[in-house]
T-cell receptor
Framework: DQQVKQNSPSLSVQEGRISILNCDYT??????FLWYKKYPAEGPTFLIS?????DKNEDGRFTVFLNKSAKHLSLHIVPSQPGDSAVYFC???????????????FGQGTTLQVKP | DGGITQSPKYLFRKEGQNVTLSCEQN?????MYWYRQDPGQGLRLIYY???????QKGDIAEGYSVSREKKESFPLTVTSAQKNPTAFYLC??????????????FGQGTRLTVV
């Protein structure tokens, strides 16, 4: 039972354009969402997060949008750069009282390729 | 310089042998985690520990064992009972056992290949 889903395995965009990575979740107990970036044979590095009390969080070129009613979040990268090429993981966490307390549940990942 | 260290980076073992992956952190984090990455499946939780001398099974604990005798160490043993042990293993730690937050970090991973 996949609680966090990234339905697009890959995405290719031109340098300078916008990259939009999508993520859906099923568990309404999730209240904190994070995006991680990962290069091959390395550990994921934290990119940006959003709490369920917000619908948008921005950090430089990266913006995460959260639509709680649709249980959907997206990561926007503007402008996209070749160095952004990596695998992006969406992840969700729940507060205390949930069976997912303390855990981070990951999606399958989306491989982003930014072409020069 | 604080961080998480996983060793070794690459590990080869013969089928039927147990193997232990090391994970050490000097961040003074209470919680530690082991994830496994397979192509197309994202990161799946194997075991996690929110405090010393305590740990819980994750989603795919079968064929694995862990210990948490020290705050800074959380070794993972891949036993011969694990059907498909070849994978990329990631260790992580978090400052807040009850809530994964941005103060959570991953190690660089160990690529285990069983032949």
């Amino acid at each position: 039972d996949q609680q966090v889903k990234q339905n697009s395995p890959s995405l290719s965009v031109q340098e300078g354009r916008i990259s939009i990575l999508n993520c859906d979740y099923t568990n309404s107990m999730f209240d904190y969402f994070l995006w991680y970036k990962k290069y091959p044979a390395e550990g994921p590095t934290f990119l940006i997060s959003i709490s369920s009390i917000k619908d948008k969080n921005e950090d430089g070129r990266f913006t995460v949008f959260l639509n709680k009613s649709a249980k959907h979040l997206s990561l926007h990268i503007v402008p996209s750069q070749p160095g952004d090429s990596a695998v992006y993981f969406c992840a969700a966490s729940a507060q205390k009282g949930s069976s997912n307390t303390g855990k981070l549940i990951f999606g399958q990942g989306t491989t982003l390729q930014v072409k020069p | 310089d604080g961080g998480i260290t996983q060793s070794p980076k690459y590990l080869f073992r013969k089928e039927g042998q147990n193997v232990t992956l090391s994970c050490e952190q000097n961040l003074n984090h209470d919680a530690m985690y082991w994830y496994r990455q397979d192509p197309g499946q994202g990161l799946r939780l194997i075991y996690y520990s929110q405090i010393v001398n305590d740990f819980q099974k994750g989603d795919i604990a079968e064929g694995y064992s862990v210990s948490r005798e020290k705050k800074e160490s959380f070794p993972l043993t891949v036993t011969s009972a694990q059907k498909n042990p070849t994978a990329f293993y990631l260790c992580a730690s978090s400052s807040n056992p009850g809530r994964w937050n941005t103060e959570a970090f991953f190690g660089q991973g160990t690529r285990l290949t069983v032949v």
